[in-house]
């Protein structure tokens, strides 16, 4: 190559590449799920361990890969073994899938933060209906924030059989999440390494505002002490670890080919070791971090909801029985609903069946994931709170920035391989590269803005990159212990980066992460084949809830199109490099 | 016999104004939510203040300009508190038709709750909805113009880089091929200065060192 390839300006704007890569939406909206779900404190063991024996030594080989070949994921697998070239085909491919649906959040981030400059929020409020006398009646129905979220910015028809238009709306914010990920991968590293410094340290100063914020909420410490108190039983469970592991390895981003892009642009002396434990223990750091602050906030929220669930009793008992106003408080609650079941009976058996029982724990228990969490519970929570369009604003720039850093990974792993193709880099600059693949993502990524978009979205996330990541890491880590040899790859590292390999590591590679792959790989497969067909969550607009619904066939059809078109560029990938040999070698015999 | 009338009258307006009876409204008040510590306690004057917006709302009705404060009966009044109150015309022996009645008050809403210090929620009229105020829309939606800002600013952005990035391509692509220039250009004066050219070998391959000349002539002064 005429040119040197570029380099990071410090190892530090690396280390902060890979951690706005690494810490993104995930550790926010996932992990505290997870906790919840899984015993609360004791999650954290399974959690550790899992860091230790399968992040942090998968984290390494993809980084000493990156840093030792110094190209990105398709140019090293071919100069590890040229039969395994498809391996980074198929990362490529996966990282194609995941931008293109991605980038969807970050426009819903900006959807919402533009949103957060007027009084009052406009998901704390529910639209009037048409002659003015009430409410909305799917508003009434379901929540404001839910009718804010599911009607006003996705417009979500009920099925995904009816796709509806493309909102103009959502699809302005796509554009526009486009154009900023295209500005900041511009000129390269040279523009990354300067924007990583924002989107890798501004989430922390809005995490801690929103934990100093949170705590001092009013019913913070229930959520708190729901969340911490260990439930023992659940380290039994094999499900726990199986969901520690999966969540370890999917949060660090691993087999997406981003991180060989990043250690690709790396000095070659430089101490990746030392980044990938660094990298590693911030990630998870920042899930239990992120978790802290949302557990405040889911106490607080269902304090509120609890509280005005018994207000609503109170109401309804003192207008049936014309108490007076303010004679019922929730102290003495229980004991007059009991003298009012004594005096007036048929009176109080007609008003009872209206009476819920209000529980706090009913409330907490509400666990929730994903963009449920982010764009409903928070929201809710976020409005009760004083100066809401404060923390509204803060809490969606703290999204766009996890999520903006995450794109930035994502596209890096589709341009490193493109721009280190002599053929395309020859006759295209790297703009025109990048310009390029934004357009496509963006022009694909409309098909999430219609009114289906979002059934569409949810089959992108939770199928297009689960499997085939697995098979992925899987082929990659065998590739390096296997077929190039753990010794031949030790001396390549030493030659690159002057230092030995500690045993802990080849221990790892070589049996303890491949073998906790195959079996994550093996309850995957498993649990798609035990539950027969696939379901989904449709909203319903006349009952204001979700329900569930089956995949149409040709749903089905493309979710297996999705797996199979990265998975089958390994093999593809294999059988053309033998069959272009075997075409040389035929030559050369015929020459010769 | 004016007690005898006395009773009958109110016997009729015990009558007209009764829980469930036709063209009657009940009415709940929630004071202490409403106002707290300073919530006032209900008494008849403050009855009276009711009656007289009630007869007030009514005269704003065409054709019932003649309502007086003795139309308006309240009756069953509870710790609630909460009444119920019916219109009567001036003969005093129906109530006037609900319709009406549900108009006005929802057309001076707003002047019967400030009257109290209420809102819509604590001051219920039950059967009688409250025309809800619809929250401000702007003519232009206020996101648009926070979307637009950040369009041209992001779009702006793009171009200067973009720009910059074409001038430092120029830039390297002229550099070499003005080097080979000037080089050409300083060889050719050399041949041609003064008009004569010189003669290669002499500029070519080789120049005085003007220090080891000084040198030998300082070691031999003789």
């Not at chain 1, 989107?199 to 705590?215: D, E, K, N, Q, S």
């Not at chain 1, 002490?225 to 039983?233: D, H, L, N, S, V």
Request: glycine share 6%.
């Amino acid at each position: 190559m005429d040119e040197a390839r570029p380099l990071w300006a410090t190892p530090l704007q690396f280390v902060f590449a890979c951690i706005s890569y690494a810490v993104g939406l995930g550790n926010v909206w996932r992990f505290p799920y997870l906790c919840q779900m899984y015993g609360g404190g004791s999650f954290l063991v399974p959690y550790i361990i899992m860091l230790t024996v399968e992040g942090m030594p998968l984290l390494y080989l993809e980084l000493a890969v990156g840093q030792c070949m110094r190209q990105g994921s398709i140019g090293a697998w071919r100069t590890i073994n040229p039969y395994l070239s498809g391996v980074g085909v198929a990362s490529v491919v996966v990282s194609f899938f995941l931008s293109m649906y991605y980038n969807v959040i970050n426009a819903w981030a900006f959807w919402y933060l533009f949103h957060s400059f007027q009084d009052p929020l406009p998901w704390s409020v529910c639209p009037l209906n048409g002659n003015r006398t009430g409410y909305d009646e799917e508003c009434e129905k379901a929540s404001s924030t839910q009718y804010f979220w599911y009607r006003k910015t996705l417009n979500i028809s009920p099925s995904i059989q009816e796709s509806g238009a493309v909102q103009w709306e959502p699809a302005l914010c796509l554009i526009l999440a486009w154009l900023l990920v295209y500005l900041c991968i511009l000129r390269g590293t040279e523009s990354t390494g300067k924007v990583v410094y924002f989107t890798a340290l501004l989430p922390y100063c809005v995490l801690v505002i929103y934990l100093v914020r949170g705590l001092t909420l009013h019913g913070a410490t229930n959520g708190l002490a729901y969340m911490f108190t260990p439930k023992m039983e659940q380290l039994a469970n094999p499900k726990a670890w199986i969901n520690a592991a999966t969540q370890i390895f999917f949060s660090l981003g691993l087999g997406f080919g981003s991180l060989i892009a990043f250690a690709s642009y790396n000095e070659p002396s430089n101490n990746c070791q030392k980044h990938a434990v660094i990298v590693s223990i911030i990630n998870s750091s920042t899930s239990i971090f992120a978790s802290v602050v949302t557990f405040s906030i889911y106490g607080f929220k269902a304090t509120f909801n609890y509280e005005s669930c018994l207000n609503k009793v109170i109401l309804l008992l003192t207008n049936s029985f014309d108490l007076e106003d303010g004679f019922l408080t929730v102290s003495n609650l229980e004991e007059v609903k009991s003298y009012l079941a004594s005096a007036y009976p048929s009176k109080y058996s007609e008003v009872f069946p209206q009476i819920k029982n209000c529980s706090l724990e009913s409330e907490l228990e509400t666990a929730v994931q994903g963009t449920g969490l982010a764009f409903i519970v928070y929201t809710e929570a976020i409005k009760n709170m004083e100066v809401s369009q404060l923390w509204s604003v803060l809490y969606f720039f703290m999204l766009l920035m996890l999520g903006i850093g995450s794109m930035l990974g994502n596209t890096a792993a589709i341009l490193t391989p493109l721009t280190d193709s002599k053929v395309i880099s020859s006759y295209l600059p790297k703009e025109a590269i990048s310009g390029l693949v934004c357009l496509v993502s963006c022009a694909i990524g409309l098909v999430f803005t219609m009114e289906a978009g979002n059934y569409w979205f949810d089959i992108f996330n939770d199928y297009a990159a689960t499997l085939p990541l697995l098979l992925i890491v899987l082929v990659e880590a065998a590739t390096v212990c296997y077929l190039y040899g753990l010794r031949r790859f030790e001396s390549d590292l030493k030659a690159t980066t002057g230092r030995a390999l500690n045993w802990y590591w080849k221990a790892m590679w070589g049996g303890v992460s491949p073998l906790l792959i195959i079996s994550l790989s093996v309850f995957y497969l498993s649990d798609y084949i035990t539950t027969g067909t696939l379901q989904y969550q449709a909203w319903d607009a006349s009952q204001g809830q979700l329900v569930t619904k089956d995949y149409p066939p040709y749903a089905l059809a493309i979710i297996g199109l999705l797996v199979a078109s990265s998975t089958m560029c390994i093999p593809l990938g294999a059988l053309g490099t033998f069959i272009v040999r075997h075409l040389k070698r035929g030559d050369t015999a015929s020459v010769a | 016999m004016l007690w005898l009338l006395f009773f009958l009258v109110s016997a009729i307006h015990a009558e007209l104004c009764q829980p469930g009876a036709e063209n009657a409204f009940k009415v709940r008040l929630s004071l202490r939510t409403a106002l707290g510590d300073k919530a006032y306690a209900w008494d008849t004057n403050e009855e009276y203040l009711f009656k007289a917006m009630v007869a007030f709302s009514m005269r704003r009705v065409p054709n019932r300009e003649a309502t007086e404060i003795s139309h308006v009966l309240l009756c069953n009044v509870t710790q609630r508190v909460s009444f119920w109150f019916v219109v009567t015309d001036p003969s005093r022996n129906h109530t006037l038709p609900a319709v009406e009645v549900q108009s006005a008050i929802r057309m001076n809403r707003n002047r019967i709750n400030n009257a109290f210090f209420l809102n819509d929620q604590t001051l219920e009229f039950l059967r009688i909805p409250a025309t809800l105020a619809p929250p401000t829309d702007p003519s232009v939606p206020i996101w648009i113009i926070i979307f637009g800002v950040m369009f041209c600013i992001i779009i702006v952005a793009t171009m200067l880089l973009i720009l910059s990035g074409i001038r430092q391509h120029r830039r390297k692509n002229k550099g070499p091929s003005e080097m080979e220039d000037t080089e050409d250009k300083w060889e050719n004066t050399v041949k041609i200065e003064n008009g004569i050219p010189c003669d290669p070998l002499d500029m070519k391959g080789g120049h005085v060192n003007d220090a080891f000349v000084t040198e030998d002539e300082r070691l031999t002064p003789l």
